[in-house]
Protein backbone atom coordinates (compact mmCIF):
# COMPACT_ATOMS: atom_id res chain seq x y z
CA UNK A 1 0.00 0.00 0.00
CA UNK A 2 1.09 3.47 -1.13
CA UNK A 3 1.46 4.91 2.53
CA UNK A 4 1.52 8.66 1.08
CA UNK A 5 -2.13 8.02 -0.36
CA UNK A 6 -3.92 6.25 2.38
CA UNK A 7 -2.84 9.20 4.93
CA UNK A 8 -4.04 12.07 1.80
CA UNK A 9 -7.01 9.39 1.99
CA UNK A 10 -7.63 9.50 5.41
CA UNK A 11 -6.87 13.16 6.29
CA UNK A 12 -10.02 13.51 3.29
CA UNK A 13 -12.33 11.63 4.82
CA UNK A 14 -11.56 12.77 8.31
CA UNK A 15 -11.91 17.02 7.15
CA UNK A 16 -15.14 15.42 5.55
CA UNK A 17 -16.18 14.02 8.48
CA UNK A 18 -15.02 16.94 10.99
CA UNK A 19 -13.06 14.85 12.97
CA UNK A 20 -9.45 15.24 14.36
CA UNK A 21 -6.86 12.53 15.17
CA UNK A 22 -8.08 12.47 18.91
CA UNK A 23 -11.31 11.82 18.19
CA UNK A 24 -10.56 9.01 15.52
CA UNK A 25 -8.28 7.41 17.85
CA UNK A 26 -10.94 7.22 20.83
CA UNK A 27 -13.82 6.20 18.13
CA UNK A 28 -11.67 3.47 16.88
CA UNK A 29 -10.04 2.24 19.85
CA UNK A 30 -6.48 2.87 18.16
CA UNK A 31 -4.01 4.87 20.27
CA UNK A 32 -3.13 8.35 19.53
CA UNK A 33 0.47 7.79 19.00
CA UNK A 34 -0.82 4.96 16.44
CA UNK A 35 -2.81 7.67 14.09
CA UNK A 36 -0.40 10.28 14.26
CA UNK A 37 2.21 8.13 12.69
CA UNK A 38 -0.27 6.89 10.40
CA UNK A 39 -1.21 10.36 9.12
CA UNK A 40 2.61 11.47 8.81
CA UNK A 41 3.54 8.34 6.93
CA UNK A 42 5.69 6.90 9.56
CA UNK A 43 3.28 3.83 9.81
CA UNK A 44 0.87 1.37 7.55
CA UNK A 45 -2.13 0.56 9.14
CA UNK A 46 -2.75 -3.27 9.66
CA UNK A 47 -5.73 -4.50 7.77
CA UNK A 48 -7.41 -4.45 11.29
CA UNK A 49 -6.85 -0.49 11.78
CA UNK A 50 -8.64 0.22 8.39
CA UNK A 51 -11.62 -2.24 9.31
CA UNK A 52 -11.84 0.04 12.09
CA UNK A 53 -11.44 3.60 10.24
CA UNK A 54 -13.86 2.78 7.52
CA UNK A 55 -16.51 1.47 10.39
CA UNK A 56 -16.22 4.54 12.98
CA UNK A 57 -15.88 7.10 9.57
CA UNK A 58 -18.86 5.79 7.91
CA UNK A 59 -17.12 5.29 4.53
CA UNK A 60 -16.42 2.72 1.93
CA UNK A 61 -13.01 1.20 1.98
CA UNK A 62 -12.34 2.62 -1.65
CA UNK A 63 -12.83 6.20 0.38
CA UNK A 64 -9.30 5.43 1.58
CA UNK A 65 -7.42 3.17 -0.07
CA UNK A 66 -6.85 4.01 -3.90
CA UNK A 67 -5.66 0.96 -5.48
CA UNK A 68 -5.77 1.90 -9.02
CA UNK A 69 -4.01 5.44 -9.47
Do not use: W, Y
Not at 8 to 30: D, P, R, S, T
Request: aromatic share 2%.
Amino acid sequence: MNTKNFKIELKKVMHEKHINGKQLAELAEISEGEISKILTGKANPTIEVIARLVIVLKCDLSDLVKILK
